[in-house]
């Protein structure tokens, strides 16, 4: 026969479990069920090696990606896309993805208290194609470097003017790009 589950109490605020009940309500579940359901899914969460900060700024991140009209598209279909068009017109595909960058800028500052690192970190989980994004803001200037073994020049080279485009939108004048298939080194200065 199997064991019965005890309970054990645990303090909590009043404050929170106000907060907690107002929540579980709205999604028609009792309090000690969502309270076991959120405490299961951050153990689940600790288990693989993340923190709820980690979950809450991934969250973050693909929530403002969907706001700003992002969308999950495999690197191959981007790529042949991309060289197709970037073939015949590449300034103005260029061009385009400085803009959207920029507006993605100006989003991210109003929405995220650090920017730089909510950008640092939408590049890291919506970019399948990245092997590492490092951010480095030492001496009043700041320098992205982003490596891929898999992009191609021409995404390599659109993703620089994105890149761009979203200091740009975030207050930073770009004084030195270096753009090779697979690295970008972006110098900016605010």
Known sequence: MPKAKGKKLV???EDLIAE?????RSGGESVSKFIEDTLRQ??????????????MDCFNVIQAHRVLGGVFVPSPVLDYLTGK???ENSE???????ESGKWNGKYLKEKFQDPIEAFRYFLEIS???LNEVEVDRSGGSLKFRCVSTVLTKAGT??????????????????????????????????
């Open 85 to 87: 068009v970037y073939k």
């Open 92 to 98: 103005r595909l260029q061009a385009k993805w400085y």
């Open 42 to 55: 951050t153990v689940e969460v600790r288990k693989r090696g993340y923190d709820l900060k980690q979950v």
């Open 127 to 129: 970019r399948w194609d």
């Open 20 to 24: 907690i009940a107002k929540v579980s």
């Open 11 to 13: 303090s909590v605020s």
């Open 157 to 190: 080279e659109l993703l620089a003017k994105f890149i761009e485009g979203m200091l740009e939108g975030l207050g930073y004048r770009t004084e030195k790009v270096d753009c090779l298939k697979g690295m970008i080194l972006l110098h900016s200065k605010r």
